[in-house]
């Protein structure tokens, strides 16, 4: 497999699904379920719901009963998440029900959360411009909001290579590319939405949610680096010479299990 040849995204989040679970932080959780106490059913909306793996990793953690309210643009991704909650349940086994909404989330309104009990989102910010945070903030305003698995932009290999800052470098600079008119906020997201919320005299909590992939994650290690190296070429393409020879010798050593990566990320819960 080539640099540039990447799993298909459903693929690439079932993938991705028990690292962003591992990274998750459960205090976070805790000061989320003592604010639902005493409060059922508990709505539960998740924004950019992909394949479910927030809602089926948090509705174990929560006690019921649960309604989820799915949110995505993409149809095929809401009937995937569905599918995956069926046999879920709350923590204390209470039933957890599920709806889908497929729209453009970043044009949620308040009347569209009027329901939300607590709203929440995983490995999504980054996407956002930041007039989109300002909506989503706006929207999300008197209810807890925890959105889990941040980017930040901070990579650390070991073993070092002499190419891993500059490919670091190339690669943020790609997240925060201009697409279709939209500058994304890739690594700045959230502290771009922790200042939103703050503005609105919301109590924000971080905590980081880093990924440790090592031998045990070989695969996941691998893809994502292909996926992270091709971003940093498209963004620069001068690296692409340089880019073969390292990419050799990072898979060869993702697959001696020579390699571990930490990808950073963090946790933020505002009004928690």
Do not use: K
């Not at 690669?171 to 939103?196: E, I, W």
């Not at 393409?237 to 390292?246: E, F, K, V, W």
């Not at 050593?253 to 990320?265: E, I, K």
Request: proline residues 5%.
């Amino acid at each position: 497999m080539t640099v540039e040849e990447t799993l298909p995204f459903a693929d690439w989040l079932m993938l991705r699904e028990a690292a962003d679970a591992a990274a998750r932080d459960e205090d976070l959780v805790n000061a989320v379920r003592l604010q639902l106490t005493g409060r059922h059913p508990t709505v539960i909306h998740d924004l950019g719901s992909g394949t479910g793996s927030m809602s089926r990793w948090l509705a174990t953690r929560l006690p019921g009963p649960q309604h989820w309210v799915l949110h995505d643009r993409d149809a095929d991704l809401l009937a995937r998440a569905a599918e995956g909650m069926t046999g879920v349940r709350a923590a204390d086994g209470a039933p957890v029900t599920v709806s889908t909404r497929c729209g453009d989330l970043t044009r949620l309104t308040a009347a569209d959360l009027a329901d939300a009990s607590v709203v929440t989102a995983s490995a999504l910010l980054d996407m956002l411009t930041a007039e989109e945070v300002e909506r989503v903030v706006a929207a999300c305003a008197g209810r807890p909001a925890l959105f889990a698995v941040s980017v930040t932009g901070r990579v650390r290999f070991t073993p070092v290579d002499p190419l891993d800052e500059v490919v670091g470098a190339a690669f943020n600079d790609h997240q925060r590319r201009t697409v279709d008119g939209r500058r994304l906020l890739g690594p700045d997201a959230a502290a771009v939405t922790a200042a939103a919320f703050a503005r609105r005299g919301v109590d924000v909590r971080e905590r980081p949610s880093p990924w440790r992939l090592g031998p045990e994650q070989a695969d996941l290690a691998a893809e994502w680096f292909r996926g992270w190296l091709g971003a940093a070429c498209e963004q620069r393409p001068d690296l692409a010479g340089p880019a073969q020879a390292y990419a050799r010798r990072r898979l060869a050593d993702a697959a001696a299990g020579r390699l571990t990566v930490l990808v950073d990320h963090t946790d933020l819960l505002a009004g928690g």
